[in-house]
């Protein structure tokens, strides 16, 4: 699978140089195009901005919706979204040029450059981190669990400090898959310690500067209004805007527009300043766990997960992607190697599937090329398997160390509900309520929650933090 990926990428290159022009859409893929991506003349909704290419050259760039309805700003290809995940392969290619320069090990004990990480039942490597494979419990979530529920009110050196309090990870060390921001927040800072300076700055000067990416940049911090694009969201009286994105970057923290898209998909292309031979090899190279298997991601399309991308096969093809999500912002970005053909999506609307729009651009620019799907429908992850509880949390305050947080608990029939404070930037005062199911579950919003057999203890679970304890501290009279 590996071979044959980066076989197909080094063809597609080859094919490329070969080539001394490519000719836009035609006329009519163009009006095909644009009706994918919307209608470029309303300014009464929030909308997308795509971009095609081919061989490293764009073919298309369509833009439909606002970036900021009330003053009927048009979207266009130099908006700047926040891009979400699609962030992590840059936060991978970064760390990808520090192997390439000798400055950091592709298998280093990621003690070696954080030494406030407690040691866990493996070492975790920096390629783990790449790969989420590193049993690293995921940073948001766990911001979440300490009472901050907006990530724009913290900061980098807090949830650095929340991340090294973590005595448990999801799992033993490579051995398993699972998503994680966290693990990518540590990488970040991997890449600024290796790099000897904050990594944005590095980022800006390895990857944004020398490819031309002038409008791309990743946070410390909030950005000033204005330079960035509203984000929407759905509501029963039309749009509302929200945009509480996290403040620091390494899992996210990007602004991106399309048009400084086009110029990465030129250096993978043709360009490869950035996109060495070196580089690719690992950005490209799927990750494998522990016992040597391929480390595969369920959400996304079941496909191998390499560093920042899902790699592989897709709709019968050789394809990588990676997606992003939070808030109101909704962001793709996708390469067909066999055919040298890009697709990048940014969408300030959280009902937008860019996935989607994907799939039907690459479809009217390559028709036929791709497997068809008899009805799109993006993948639907496993639940997860909470035990149930014979009883429940005795009320009262509970601390985990791990959150440096209290749960004040009260009971009620079948609903625990905890409010949560805590000395962490932004805590609200949280409130999380549990209510027991028929099959005796305690679920809720942000997962479940299973007492321990005396009610003096509890373990809360989440997708992204499977096990986190909590103990009675005092009891209410």
């Given at each position: 699978m590996a071979n044959s990926i980066i076989a197909s990428f080094g063809r597609s290159v080859a094919l490329a140089a070969m080539c001394c022009q490519v000719a836009p859409?035609?006329?009519?893929?163009?009006?095909?195009?644009?009706?994918?991506?919307?209608?470029?003349?309303?300014?009464?909704?929030?909308?997308?901005?795509?971009?095609?290419?081919?061989?490293?050259?764009?073919?298309?760039?369509?833009?439909?919706?606002?970036?900021?309805?009330?003053?009927?700003?048009?979207?266009?290809?130099?908006?700047?979204?926040?891009?979400?995940?699609?962030?992590?392969?840059?936060?991978?290619?970064?760390?990808?040029?520090?192997?390439?320069?000798?400055?950091?090990?592709?298998?280093?004990?990621?003690?070696?450059?954080?030494?406030?990480?407690?040691?866990?039942?493996?070492?975790i490597t920096v390629q783990m981190l790449m790969n989420h494979s590193s049993g690293i419990r995921d940073s948001l979530t766990l911001l979440n669990f300490a009472g901050v529920e907006d990530a724009s009110k913290s900061s980098l050196a807090e949830v650095l400090k929340l991340m090294y309090r973590q005595k448990g990870t999801n799992f033993v060390p490579g051995t398993a898959y699972s998503y994680t921001n966290g693990g990518y927040l540590l990488l970040g800072e991997v890449v600024a310690r290796a790099a000897g300076k904050p990594f944005q700055d590095y980022v800006r000067e390895a990857i944004f500067e020398p490819l031309g990416m002038k409008s791309?940049?990743?946070?410390?911090?909030?950005?000033?209004?204005?330079?960035?694009?509203?984000?929407?969201?759905?509501?029963?009286?039309?749009?509302?805007?929200?945009?509480?994105?996290?403040?620091?970057?390494?899992?996210?923290?990007?602004?991106?527009?399309?048009?400084?898209?086009?110029?990465y998909d030129h250096d993978i292309a043709v360009g490869h300043k950035v996109w060495t031979p070196a580089a690719t090899r690992t950005m490209l190279e799927p990750g494998t766990f522990s016992d040597g298997k391929t480390v595969i991601a369920p959400n996304f399309d079941a496909m191998p997960y390499a560093a920042g991308l899902a790699v592989g096969t897709r709709?019968?093809?050789?394809?990588?992607?990676?997606?992003?999500?939070?808030?109101?912002?909704?962001?793709?970005?996708?390469?067909l190697p066999e055919r040298g053909v890009g697709v990048a999506v940014l969408c300030n609307r959280a009902d937008a599937l860019p996935l989607r729009r994907i799939d039907e651009l690459l479809d009217t620019v390559?028709?036929?090329?791709?497997?068809?799907?008899?009805?799109?429908?993006?993948?639907?992850?496993?639940?997860?398997?909470?035990?149930?509880?014979?009883?429940?949390?005795?009320?009262?305050?509970?601390?985990?160390?791990?959150?440096?947080?209290?749960?004040?608990?009260?009971?009620?029939?079948?609903?625990v509900t905890a409010t949560i404070t805590s000395p962490w930037q932004g805590n609200m005062r949280r409130m999380l309520i549990y209510t027991r199911d028929a099959a005796g579950v305690l679920r809720g919003s942000d997962g479940g929650m299973s007492a321990d057999a005396d009610g003096r203890g509890f373990t809360l679970h989440n997708g992204r933090v499977f096990a986190l304890h909590l103990a009675l501290v005092h009891a209410a009279p």
């Open positions: 859409a035609s006329a009519q893929q163009q009006e095909a195009l644009q009706r994918i991506v919307g209608d470029a003349r309303d300014m009464s909704s929030p909308g997308c901005v795509a971009g095609v290419f081919r061989d490293g050259k764009t073919i298309f760039i369509g833009a439909a919706g606002s970036g900021d309805i009330a003053a009927g700003t048009p979207l266009t290809a130099d908006t700047r979204f926040y891009a979400a995940s699609v962030a992590k392969q840059f936060t991978s290619l970064a760390a990808a040029k520090l192997i390439e320069a000798g400055k950091l090990g592709l298998h280093d004990d990621v003690r070696k450059w954080l030494p406030e990480l407690p040691e866990y039942a493996a070492p791309t940049f990743f946070i410390a911090g909030r950005p000033a209004p204005g330079l960035v694009t509203h984000g929407y969201v759905p509501t029963d009286k039309g749009w509302a805007i929200r945009e509480a994105y996290p403040a620091f970057s390494g899992s996210g923290g990007m602004m991106l527009t399309v048009n400084d898209m086009a110029r709709r019968g093809k050789p394809f990588f992607y990676h997606l992003g999500e939070f808030e109101s912002f909704r962001t793709g970005y996708a390469r390559e028709p036929g090329y791709l497997q068809p799907y008899a009805e799109y429908n993006p993948p639907v992850p496993k639940p997860m398997v909470i035990a149930p509880s014979p009883v429940l949390p005795v009320a009262g305050s509970y601390r985990s160390e791990e959150l440096d947080a209290i749960y004040q608990v009260a009971v009620q029939g079948d609903t």
